[in-house]
């Protein structure tokens, strides 16, 4: 913002000089505006002579620096122009009067371009130095204003530092800033409208706003993704979907959220890595908040033997799961029939956990193992894909093959394995928002989009 106000200040000063040179050319130009009136020039006489419309034309060239040394002879009302002017404008500016001259039957213009440095030099040294004598007529006005200027921005700047009264009006960091920003912007706008009143310069105010209102067009066009991104983060900061240390999951990448910045949303992957999310993304993305709710449910599949009772594997899982400390009685865990593999029928079995209190890959992997450990026990098989060929003579046999016997297996004594919760990521995070300095736009009582 501070780069396009800088950029948006410079095309506003271009488009004030270059309007006033304008403005100040036509000011001090002769009389030539009337050179296509349509009134007839007399000469003083009813009946002029040549001599007299010489004199005429001689006199009003006088008036004018790029003509006065053009030679004008007349011969019967034939006026003939000769000699070397400035530019191609004042050979067609002489021709152009001495035909309004009365009396004058025709004009002969022979007039030349002067190519000379010295015809070239002096006339701009005039007209430098005639410039040079108005500014310093205007530095007493000039310094007025630029006075006027100074008080009101400098006004404005005091009244955007001071950080409360824009607390108050929005809570949020962010937003509180953004006003700041305009308030400052806001003033030295006053300042500079009320500069050029100061100094007569009103008539282009409309070129600098217009000029402004371009360059802003085309910055924004340049900047697109940037503002997108910075609208992006005053509407996530206003309701904020996640808070600090948030186990989230945003546009397929899994972290902790460790700050939100006018740009992008940081994250800490489970790997220790930093995850930049750009703001725009995170605004249209959907996010998956696994920190919003305490109580969480794990879930996995086991295969069984087609032969075993199905049911009863069923119950024998919910009852491991009933018998763990981590899980949850409410919500109750669940166990059902999946889906028929090649060789075995899967079954799925799901718990609920707090984990404030308990890891859920710990949790998840102690539930595999002893509901593994209580099917083997009441004999089922926990079998692995295989063929079975059975080759007689030169014959393949269609005789099915007999089902074994359940194995029974004896269970090995289990040790309650720790399922509580590892803080070291949190720890990480937190340790990395102690040294944010103010960049975090987090809150934890900030509101949110669920309350």
Do not use: C
């Amino acid at each position: 913002m501070r780069h396009f106000l800088s950029l948006w200040l410079v095309i506003s000063f271009l488009g004030i000089l270059v309007p006033s040179q304008i403005v100040h050319a036509q000011e001090n130009a002769p009389a030539s505006v009337d050179v296509f009136a349509s009134d007839t020039i007399s000469a003083g006489n009813d009946v002029p002579e040549d001599r007299d419309i010489r004199n005429r034309i001689t006199d009003i060239f006088a008036e004018f620096v790029s003509l006065r040394s053009v030679v004008v002879s007349v011969k019967s009302g034939v006026v003939t122009l000769s000699g070397n002017v400035p530019d191609p404008l004042a050979i067609e500016q002489a021709e152009t009067l001495a035909a309004r001259v009365e009396g004058v039957v025709a004009v002969s213009n022979q007039l030349l371009e002067d190519t000379s440095v010295t015809e070239r030099i002096v006339p701009m040294m005039e007209r430098l130095t005639g410039r040079l004598i108005q500014a310093l007529h205007y530095i007493p006005l000039l310094t007025v204003a630029l006075l006027a200027f100074l008080v009101i921005a400098v006004s404005g700047w005091w009244l955007a530092a001071r950080r409360w009264p824009f607390e108050r009006i929005a809570p949020n960091a962010f937003i509180s800033d953004l006003l700041r920003q305009i308030v400052r912007m806001v003033f030295i706008g006053l300042g500079f409208v009320l500069a050029l009143d100061i100094i007569g310069a009103t008539a282009v105010i409309g070129t600098v706003l217009g000029a402004a209102g371009i360059v802003g067009l085309a910055v924004g066009f340049a900047v697109r993704d940037t503002v997108e991104n910075y609208i992006a983060s005053i509407l996530l900061s206003l309701r904020q979907p996640f808070r600090p240390n948030d186990f989230v999951e945003i546009s397929g990448q899994l972290g902790r959220v460790i700050m939100l910045t006018s740009r992008a949303t940081v994250l800490l992957s489970v790997d220790g890595n930093h995850i930049r999310i750009p703001n725009s993304t995170v605004f249209k993305s959907v996010i998956t908040n696994y920190s919003r709710h305490p109580e969480r449910r794990f879930g996995f599949e086991m295969g069984i033997a087609p032969a075993g009772d199905l049911q009863k594997a069923v119950e024998t899982g919910l009852k491991v799961l009933d018998e763990l400390d981590f899980v949850l009685k409410k919500p109750s865990p669940e166990a059902r029939i999946e889906k028929l593999g090649d060789s075995t029928i899967q079954l799925w079995f799901a718990g609920w956990i707090d984990q404030r209190e308990t890891s859920l890959l710990l949790a998840r992997a102690q539930a595999i193992q002893r509901i593994m450990r209580a099917l083997e026990s009441e004999g089922f098989e926990l079998p692995e894909p295989g063929y079975r060929i059975t080759m007689v003579g030169n014959e393949t046999s269609n005789e099915k093959p007999k089902s074994a016997k359940p194995k029974i297996v004896e269970p090995d004594p289990l040790q309650d394995a720790d399922t509580a919760v590892v803080d070291d990521i949190t720890q990480i995070v937190e340790e990395e928002r102690a040294n944010l300095h103010g960049q975090d736009l987090l809150k934890e009582d900030a509101p949110q989009e669920i309350s």
